[in-house]
């Protein structure tokens, strides 16, 4: 008899901890979720993106013209003139590397072209439109080692 009672008191303690925790459970993924959601859309809507570095293409210059990034990231050049259009073309102007490694082809104002740069090494490149202004050429992406220490 006071076995039974005990182990029928113990039964409903359990019973209302777990569910408690349950609750609690649920409210913890739900504010997870919430979290994953917000960071997601913060990404989405044009935030910096690990692994990634901007070009401005910008009165017919690459804003940085130098940049220097890690093997395996990516670069992303965004044309932001209001009328010209761009190359980001692999190489220099009138060699026979000239778009050998990459080439956009013509980027209208507002449009990305986004490459990974797998390789070390320094790579230039140009805008095969207007490759006689100084601010289209001799642009470069220097591919460091991943793992050498900052
Ligand atoms: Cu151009």
């Given at each position: 008899?006071?076995?039974?009672?005990d182990?029928?008191?113990?039964?409903?303690?359990?019973?209302?901890?777990?569910?408690?925790?349950r609750?609690?459970?649920?409210a913890?993924?739900?504010?997870?979720?919430?979290?994953?959601?917000?960071?997601?859309?913060?990404?989405?809507?044009?935030?910096?993106?690990?692994?990634?570095?901007?070009?401005?293409?910008?009165?017919?210059?690459?804003?940085?013209?130098?940049?220097?990034?890690?093997?395996?990231?990516?670069?992303?050049?965004t044309?932001?003139?209001?009328?010209a259009?761009?190359?980001?073309?692999?190489?220099?102007?009138?060699?026979?590397d000239a778009?050998?490694?990459?080439?956009?082809?013509?980027?209208?104002?507002?449009?990305?072209?986004?490459?990974?740069?797998?390789?070390?090494?320094?790579?230039?490149?140009?805008?095969?439109?207007?490759?006689?202004d100084?601010?289209?050429?001799?642009?470069?992406?220097?591919?460091?080692?991943a793992?050498?220490?900052?």
């Amino acid at each position: 008899m006071q076995v039974m009672k005990d182990r029928t008191g113990w039964c409903c303690r359990k019973h209302v901890g777990g569910r408690r925790l349950r609750t609690t459970g649920a409210a913890a993924f739900a504010a997870f979720v919430g979290l994953f959601l917000t960071q997601c859309g913060t990404t989405d809507s044009g935030g910096p993106e690990e692994g990634i570095t901007e070009v401005a293409i910008l009165n017919f210059t690459f804003v940085p013209k130098a940049i220097t990034i890690k093997q395996g990231e990516r670069v992303r050049w965004t044309n932001r003139e209001f009328v010209a259009r761009h190359t980001v073309t692999s190489g220099n102007p009138g060699e026979a590397d000239a778009g050998v490694i990459w080439d956009s082809g013509g980027l209208p104002p507002g449009q990305t072209f986004t490459r990974q740069f797998d390789d070390l090494g320094t790579f230039v490149y140009f805008c095969d439109i207007h490759e006689n202004d100084p601010g289209m050429r001799d642009a470069t992406v220097t591919v460091e080692p991943a793992d050498v220490p900052p």
